[in-house]
């Protein structure tokens, strides 16, 4: 089981980010990430406790559950499907305000579900997509929200 966390200040007010972050239909501005989509409402907000959300990215698919759900500081996710299969402890995002905005920690814990090669193929293949991929989406957050209305954002 890896653990993978990426780490970024986001020059935008804590609630803006939170909201933008844990509204993964959003996520399609990355380019490893095809769709998003709600499956099921949580409690008390679309992506509350309880929520579904199914996730098509260049590395496959996955439904996560929504465990935790903290606004504006903290929220948390297990996979639980994917293809190709793997195993899934722990999803989670941190927000903290700081002087320039907000700071974002995401972390997963998780391992192709591959046996005897699992932990191989998450350390060579997984854990850089992955990292890779929450960089991507955390680099469209900031551009989605520090970009002046009516400007359009730099191509990527």
């Known amino acids: 089981m890896e653990t993978m966390t990426v780490e ?3 020059d935008a007010p804590i ?6 972050l844990t509204t993964t239909t959003n996520y399609t501005a ?20 309880g929520a579904v959300r199914n ?3 260049l590395i496959g698919w996955f439904s996560e559950r929504i465990t935790h759900y903290d606004p504006p500081y903290a929220t948390e996710y297990v996979v639980d499907r994917s ?3 793997s195993r899934h402890e722990l999803g989670r995002m941190t927000f903290t305000e700081v002087d320039g905005g907000t700071h974002v920690r995401w972390t997963t814990r998780a391992e192709v579900g ?3 090669l699992g932990g191989q193929l998450t350390r060579l ?8 991929a ?3 989406i955390l680099d469209a957050a900031a551009t989605a929200l520090t970009t002046p209305p009516g400007r359009t954002p730099p191509r990527r």
Do not use: E, Q
């Open 83 to 85: 293809l190709p299969p």
């Open 125 to 132: 293949f997984a854990r850089p997509v992955i990292t890779r």
């Open 55 to 57: 996730h098509l990215w």
């Open 15 to 20: 609630d803006d980010v939170f909201r933008w």
């Open 30 to 49: 990355s380019p490893l990430v095809l769709r998003c989509r709600l499956a099921r409402r949580g409690s008390g907000a679309p992506y509350g406790v």
């Open 134 to 136: 929450f960089r991507n």
């Open 8 to 10: 970024r200040v986001i």
């Open 114 to 116: 591959v046996p005897l």
